[in-house]
Every structure is written in structure tokens, then in C-alpha cells.
């Protein structure tokens, strides 16, 4: 099984970014998955999760800013950020939740420019 992250980048405060996540190896339709991040110096934190039957949860932080969803026909789970911050600046990773310590990937690097 992979988790496979992409969509990361530079952009200014205020941009937008839209991360991808394609699971491979397992149907994930049965699974709840979930974004997290770290940042430099700081423990890894979640950031949102999509439960198979599509609710969803968000960090204090980003709620309001960010919105995760999930194609079950794809196999893939998405992170839509928008009114970026430069304390969004991050590691971002896709893992099941809650998370398998096996299965984290090399994240997507977003960096947020003030």
C-alpha cells in the first residue's frame, strides 16, 4: 500500500493549492483518511480528515480555509487550501486515519510567502 502526495508549492499569502493523494494497493472506499503536517522544528499535526461516507473534520487552524474531499471511483483524497498563511508553511502528508506509521510517504513541501 502507497500514499502518494503532490500538489505542493510556492505561493504567496492569500493563494490557493490543491494537494492530491493517490492510494494505491488498497481500495480505500472503507477507510477514513487524513491530511497531516509538520513543520520545521514541530511535531507532525493533523490537519483534516474524510471519513469513507464523506463527513469531515478540520484542525481549528484551518477550518473555514481549507477543504478536504475524497473520490472513492479514484482512489484519490484532496486538500483544497485557499487564504494561505505563512504558518501553513509545512510538510504536508497524506496516512489513513488513525494514522499507520508504515505508511507515510515523502509528504509535499508547501511554502507560504509572506
Known amino acids: 500500500v502507497q500514499l502518494q502526495a503532490s500538489g505542493g508549492g510556492l505561493v504567496q499569502a492569500g493563494g490557493s493549492l490543491r494537494l492530491s493523494c493517490v492510494v494505491s494497493g488498497r481500495d480505500f472506499s472503507f477507510d477514513t483518511t487524513g491530511w497531516y503536517r509538520q513543520a520545521p522544528g514541530e511535531p507532525r499535526e493533523l490537519v483534516a480528515t474524510v471519513h469513507n461516507g464523506g463527513s469531515t473534520t478540520y484542525a481549528g487552524s484551518v477550518k473555514g480555509r481549507f477543504t478536504i474531499s475524497r473520490n472513492n471511483t479514484k482512489n484519490t483524497m484532496y486538500l483544497k487550501m485557499t487564504s494561505l498563511k505563512p504558518e501553513d508553511t509545512a510538510v504536508y502528508y497524506c496516512?489513513?486515519?488513525?494514522?499507520?506509521?508504515?505508511?507515510w510517504g515523502p509528504g509535499t513541501q508547501v511554502t507560504v510567502s509572506s
Open positions: 496516512n489513513f486515519f488513525p494514522a499507520l506509521g508504515g505508511y
